[in-house]
């Protein structure tokens, strides 16, 4: 059963471009939503995170919203560049619940030059 | 300069024999997580450890033992990999002092597994 489901399963920009990757959860008890980057032969890294709380979040060229009531949440990738190019991961976690985070499916960019 | 190690880094086995993949952190973390990394299914979590001595099975366990004898190392063990263990697996370790939005999950470069 996966809790977090991630969209589309790979995505070719432009370089430029808009690049967006969706996520939908299940846990209304999920409460801090992180996107993770992960770039071959390298471990995840965290991009940008979010806290339901709020609607939006920027940093630089990277957005994420979120839809509490929908729950979704969305990354927004601005004047995506051939370095963006990599594999993006949408995470959840209660953060009571300690250290435990559910995983989308990920998503391989590929910013075209 | 802080980060997680994973050895080996490719391993090629073949079916039942008994295989370690060594995790260290040099941060003090007391949180260690195993993670495997399959395609379109994303990051699975196999255990978690909150401190010494403290184990806990994440989401898919089966086939997989763990320990955490001391602060910075947490050993993956395979008594008898099969072939559906072929995976790429990854160590993580995070303070606990805090939470995920104010201490960050730090992830090693990755174990590529290949079980004949």
């Known amino acids: 059963q996966q809790q977090v489901k991630q969209s589309p399963q790979s995505l070719i920009v432009q370089k430029g471009g808009i690049s967006i990757i969706n996520c939908a959860y299940e846990n209304t008890a999920f409460d801090y939503f992180p996107w993770y980057q992960q770039f071959p032969g390298k471990g995840p890294a965290l991009l940008i995170a979010i806290r339901p709380d709020v609607s939006e979040k920027k940093e630089g060229r990277f957005t994420i919203s979120f839809n509490k009531s929908a729950k979704q949440f969305s990354l927004h990738i601005m004047d995506s560049q051939p370095g963006d190019s990599a594999t993006y991961f949408c995470a959840a976690s209660i953060e009571t619940s300690g250290s435990r985070l559910t995983f989308g499916e990920g998503t391989q960019l590929t910013v075209n030059p | 300069e802080a980060q997680v190690t994973q050895n080996p880094r490719y391993l090629i086995t073949v079916t039942g024999k008994k295989l370690t993949v060594t995790c260290s952190q040099n941060?003090?973390?007391?949180?260690m997580s195993w993670y495997r990394q399959d395609p379109g299914l994303g990051l699975r979590q196999i255990y978690y450890s909150m401190n010494v001595e403290v184990t806990d099975k994440g989401d898919v366990p089966e086939g997989y033992k763990v320990s955490r004898k001391e602060k910075r190392n947490f050993p993956l063990i395979l008594e008898s990999p099969s072939p559906n263990q072929t995976s790429l697996y990854f160590c993580a370790s995070r303070r606990v002092a805090g939470t995920l939005s104010t201490d960050t999950q730090y992830f090693g470069p990755g174990t590529r597994l290949t079980v004949l």
């Open positions: 941060m003090n973390h007391e949180y």
